[in-house]
Antibody, heavy 124, light 105 residues
Framework: EVQLVQSGAEVKKPGESLKISCKGS????????IGWVRQMPGKGLEYMGS????????RYSPSFQGQVTLSVDKSITTAYLQWSSLKASDTAIYYC?????????????????WGQGTLVTVSS | DIQMTQSPSTLSASVGDRVTITCRAS??????LAWYQQKPGKAPNLLIY???NLESGVPSRFSGSGSGTEFTLTISSLQPDDFATYYC????????FGGGTKVEI
């Protein structure tokens, strides 16, 4: 059974750093891109970017380029999303989601499995 | 960026109704479009990919159609479990989601 299990909720202060995780299991981790999606309180879904676990090739949506960093540790089948200096506007639920492998465009794909989400609260 | 516009933003319906949600892209995306269902406090769930392909395990009352810039998600007979928010997603270039359509009683 394919599963993506994310780390728990975080409460941070503005300016602090943070790294949240997403552990994949039940499939060959290095054969599928992992994407990250933000959902701000009461709002819709925003695609942040994706990473290829095999070689850590990361692609960022323009709105998130330079704001966050995607990484992976394939030895423990885990993907990460990190911030170096959080802002109050980073308060949101963050989802990791596997990209499919069939019926995909040249640059991206639908998301077939999702993690449960990690709530990040940034407040002074 | 490719913008995705969903309509309506809220839809009031009853059990048994036929429901149609529209998604428009700011430029042609061929058929690189997916639909998701999200319930409160839960992660999104894939319903349709490549505009019209039903994801495994999704009830056949859900269907998708369209190409280019205009797409629709249809629920043929609304069930109690279908009251949720629905999002379209283009994955022709990067990926962007529509603003969502809340289906309520």
């Amino acid at each position: 059974e394919v599963q993506l299990v994310q780390s728990g909720a975080e409460v941070k202060k503005p300016g602090e750093s943070l790294k949240i995780s997403c552990k994949g299991s039940g499939y060959t981790f290095t054969n599928y891109w992992i994407g990250w999606v933000r959902q701000m309180p009461g709002k819709g879904l925003e695609y942040m970017g994706s990473i290829w676990p095999s070689d850590s090739d990361a692609r960022y949506s323009p709105s998130f380029q330079g704001q966050v960093t995607l990484s992976v540790d394939k030895s423990i089948t885990t993907a990460y999303l990190q911030w170096s200096s959080l802002k109050a506007s980073d308060t949101a639920i963050y989802y990791c989601a596997r990209l499919g492998r069939l019926y995909c465009s040249a640059t991206n794909c639908h998301n077939d499995y999702w993690g449960q989400g990690t709530l990040v609260t940034v407040s002074s | 960026d490719i913008q995705m516009t969903q309509s309506p933003s809220t839809l009031s319906a009853s059990v048994g109704d036929r429901v149609t949600i529209t998604c428009r892209a700011s430029q042609s995306i061929s058929t690189w479009l997916a639909w998701y269902q999200q319930k409160p406090g839960k992660a999104p769930n894939l319903l349709i990919y490549k505009a019209s392909n039903l994801e495994s395990g999704v009830p056949s009352r859900f269907s998708g159609s369209g190409s280019g810039t205009e797409f629709t998600l249809t629920i043929s007979s609304l069930q109690p479990d279908d009251f949720a928010t629905y999002y379209c997603q283009q994955y022709y270039t990067y990926s962007t989601f529509g603003g969502g359509t809340k289906v309520e009683i």
